[in-house]
């Protein structure tokens, strides 16, 4: 009932910036929450960014300014432009439906130095 597929991820230089997507597939999308998380290699995963149904935004302060979350209604799309990269930004990209405990894959994210 419920599938999310992340794509997008890969190599990239520090500086240099991915658009991760996120395919979801549940019923009702366009009234959901949608979030990115992430998780460094040796550490917690953490809350990236989140959008609303409405289209309002919020982001971790390690992440202001250099990323953006973006949605599809009509897709059922949630993206995560991710820029100027820095070393630490290095971990696997979630994305999430908010209120349900569902992770897919992810997409694995490496910034080199």
């Known amino acids: 009932q419920v599938q999310l597929v992340e794509s997008g991820g890969g190599l990239v230089q520090a500086g240099g910036s991915l658009r991760l997507s996120c395919v979801a597939s549940?019923?009702?999308?366009?009234?959901?929450?949608m979030a990115w998380y992430r998780q460094a290699p040796g550490l917690q995963r953490e809350l990236v960014a989140t959008?609303?149904?409405?289209?309002?935004?919020n982001y971790a302060d390690s992440v202001k300014g250099r990323f953006t979350i973006s949605r599809d209604n009509a897709k059922n799309t949630v993206d995560l432009q991710i820029s100027s990269l820095k070393p630490e930004d290095t971990g696997v990209y979630y994305c999430?439906?908010?209120?349900?405990?569902?992770w897919g894959k992810g997409a694995p994210v490496t910034v080199s130095s």
């Open positions: 549940v019923v009702a999308f366009s009234f959901k929450t």
């Open positions: 999430n439906i908010a209120g349900i405990n569902y």
């Open positions: 959008i609303t149904k409405f289209g309002a935004t």
